[in-house]
């Protein structure tokens, strides 16, 4: 069965840089993208962009330009998120999602990362 | 930027039908997707391409798109219902995905 684990949680001071992976498994990495969104506190989803692990394509939320940048690993079905210079407003659950047809139909369980100094 | 726009909150008897709805130009042109939310939990997908039901999904969920109004209706609401609910669509133009701003539905 389709399933996306995503890594553990982690607290960052701010100014710091954070890498969340997401390993895939139960389908060919490669043939699908996958989408990063996020959720802070009490708010709504937010997306911050996707990545086509065949390709290394990619393409990011204009908030997130300059920040945030996506990988994929084809070798170990591991997509990545890093985002550099968190601040308090990047505390939030990351989520990766696989797309199939431009939308989202298998999440990871989210990783949560709390910036605090 | 394109924009969906959700009531923020829907509150129902159980056994009554949700309505939910999501607003945009002409999003009628556009293939909208569900997703429910509970407290706690990553989405799930209820509802793709307007009105289709992944496997699993229960028939009580349904969806349409017109206009500038897609909506997701649950008949027969159950307590289990109870979550948030987000639409999106995929902006061609730019390429980029688009959520809605989430409604909490509530069963009373």
Request: glycine residues 10%; contains cysteine; aromatic residues 12%.
């Amino acid at each position: 069965q389709v399933q996306l684990v995503q890594s553990e949680a982690e607290v960052k001071k701010p100014g710091a840089t954070v890498k969340v992976s997401c390993t895939a498994s139960g389908y060919p990495f490669s043939a699908f993208y996958v989408q990063w969104v996020r959720q802070a506190p009490g708010q709504g989803l937010e997306w911050m962009g996707w990545i086509n692990p065949l390709s290394g394509a990619t393409k990011y939320a204009e908030k997130f330009q300059g920040r945030v940048t996506l990988t994929g690993d084809t070798a170990t079905d591991t997509a990545y998120m890093q985002l550099t210079g968190v601040t308090f407003d990047d505390t939030a659950l990351y989520f990766c999602a696989r797309d199939k047809n431009n939308f989202a139909d298998y999440w990871g369980q989210g990783t949560l990362i709390a910036v605090s100094s | 930027s394109y924009v969906l726009t959700q009531p923020p909150s829907v509150s129902l008897a159980p056994g009554k039908t949700a309505t939910i709805t999501c607003g945009g130009n002409n999003i009628g042109g556009k293939s909208v997707h569900w997703y429910q939310q509970r407290p706690g939990q990553a989405p799930v997908l209820v509802i793709y391409n307007d009105n289709d039901r992944p496997s699993g999904i229960p028939e009580r969920f349904s969806g349409f798109n017109s206009g500038d109004t897609a909506t997701l209706s649950i008949s027969r609401v159950e307590a289990g219902d109870e979550a948030d609910y987000y639409c999106q669509v995929w902006e061609f133009t730019t390429d980029l995905f688009v959520f809605g701003s989430g409604t909490k539905v509530t069963v009373l």
